[in-house]
């Protein structure tokens, strides 16, 4: 029921309070974030990225909580783009990294055409029937990242509507690649591309950057270049993307996410 600027406010206390008074939150953050920002030559912003992690939740809750307040505080760049996509009736993949309010893209294109979106159940049940319910809105269907799910995103390619994918999330053990991801050996899934190459469908990167405090989210969209066949070079492609969408916002990622843990029944990771 808040304000959303009260909402990131309170979401950048929590941000603050969970890097200060966890090592392992710290352990992941900064060096994560130092990294990436000296490697690209940026404004070193800790304090600022770690409030705007805190954000990045308090946002999730509040996009959930009031859609139709999020819509109206949506700026869309770029549809043009998504429409032809969409158009050429093959489906679109549509990806979104965690960064900003990326929960409010999928409502944005539910309001022109069904998705399907794929996501990882929590392994606790509470928290599944949290997020789930939260999650629910007209026209969007989730699916958990499993065979049952993959064959529904095929079904919904095939007639000619959106699925959802999160690309930066590590994968299972042995449903994954090990590729750079901002220079180092990230353990990272080929499924867009399989699915994409299945019939010629569109790929498109999709991000949300915050405004700023109270001010809503800027909406942008980038149709990728065709996936490779081959997993590993696909995969490497795909995490060259997800750099470039990074790097549109990087305080707003989500760098407390261990991105280059080895999930168990992986193989072992390559000197890259």
Not at 49 to 78: C, T, Y
Request: glycine share 6%; with cysteine.
């Amino acid at each position: 029921m808040l304000p959303l600027a009260l909402a990131q406010v309170i979401g950048s206390v929590f941000g603050l309070l969970a890097y200060i008074c966890s090592k392992h939150y710290r352990s992941l953050f900064r060096p994560q974030y130092e990294s990436v920002v000296s490697a690209h030559q940026l404004s070193f912003r800790l304090w600022d990225a770690i409030q705007a992690s805190g954000m990045l939740f308090s946002d999730s809750l509040w996009i959930w909580r009031n859609p139709h307040k999020a819509l109206q505080l949506v700026e869309v760049q770029n549809w043009d783009l998504v429409e032809s996509a969409i158009n050429e009736g093959h489906g679109l993949v549509m990806l979104t990294p965690h960064l900003g309010g990326f929960e409010i893209i999928p409502r944005v294109l539910a309001q022109h055409f069904p998705a399907t979106i794929l996501y990882r159940p929590s392994r606790q049940e509470w928290l599944n029937e949290v997020v789930e319910e939260g999650r629910a809105y007209p026209n969007m269907h989730f699916v958990p990242t499993n065979l049952y799910g993959v064959r529904q995103m095929t079904r919904a390619l095939s007639r000619g509507e959106a699925i959802g994918i999160l690309p930066d999330q590590v994968p299972s053990g042995g449903e994954g690649v090990w590729v750079p991801f901002f220079g180092r050996p990230a353990y990272t899934t080929p499924l867009p591309a399989r699915l994409a190459n299945r019939n010629n469908t569109p790929v498109v990167m999709f991000t949300a950057k915050r405004k700023g405090i109270g001010k809503g989210w800027l909406m942008q969209a980038t149709r990728l270049a065709p996936l490779s066949e081959d997993a590993t070079t696909a995969a490497t492609e795909l995490n060259v993307a997800i750099e470039n969408a990074v790097l549109i916002a990087p305080e707003q990622f989500i760098w407390s996410y261990n991105r280059y843990k080895h999930p168990t029944g992986a193989e072992l990771p390559p000197h890259i």
